[in-house]
Structure formats: C-alpha cells, structure tokens
C-alpha cells in the first residue's frame, strides 16, 4: 500500500503533510529524529509504503526491508553511534508499537542495557 493514508501519522510524514527532522532519505525509507527520544541518538527509520510491521514489510517487500536495516545502520554511522547502537522494531500492542507502520528505532550515545524493559 502507498503512502498517503491519512490516518496513519508516518505515511503523513512521509508526504511531509506533518512535519518531521528528517536526517536521512532513500527511495524506499525516511529517517527523522523520535519527537520523544529515548536516547541521545534516537531516530526512527520508516518505510515510505504503508506496511504495518516489520514482518509484514519482509514478506511482502524484502527489498525495502533490507533497505530500513542499512539506512538504520547509515544513521548510527551518521549520528556518530560508534560504541553501538541498537535497532528496535516493536511489533504489536503488547510491544508497545503505538504507531502501526513499520519504523526501526535507531537507538544509541549511551550505554544500552540489557534486557530491555
Ligand atoms: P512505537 O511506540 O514503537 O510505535 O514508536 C513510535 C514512536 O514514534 C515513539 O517513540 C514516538 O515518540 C514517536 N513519534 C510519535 N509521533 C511522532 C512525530 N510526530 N514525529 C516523530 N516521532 C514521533
């Protein structure tokens, strides 16, 4: 599905109908700073088609998946996250996805525990 869904904030972000820091652009994906970030580096990557997960997004486009991983791993390389980062899909309710399009956190600039929460 293409971007362009107005009830999904991302594909609003992706037509720059809402406004975004965006840091980063390919032709599949979008890359713009979280508005509520969890670490000094925090950067979301999305898909510039509406696809609800990741999941969702690799079976039926690897292509761009594989597109989000190497500009999430471009952004950490950008933002200067070179003690490492990590990247975040969260997948569903229970998960704590609030926003039901695809979007890896790139997170990093400090230390990361483990487990997360
Ligand atoms: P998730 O909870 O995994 O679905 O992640 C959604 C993320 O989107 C959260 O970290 C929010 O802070 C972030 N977010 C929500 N609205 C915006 C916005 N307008 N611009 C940038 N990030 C946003």
Known sequence: MPAGDTDCLFCRIVDGDVPADVVRESERTLAFRDINPQAPVHVLVVSREHHASAGELAAA?????????????????????????????????????????????????????WPPG
């Open 61 to 113: 486009d690897p292509h761009t998946a594989a597109e989000v991983l190497r500009e999430a791993a471009a952004v950490a390389g950008a933002e200067g996250a070179d003690a490492g980062y990590r990247i975040v899909f969260n997948t569903g309710a229970a998960a704590g996805q609030s926003v039901p399009h695809v979007h890896a956190h790139v997170l990093g600039g400090r230390s990361l525990g």
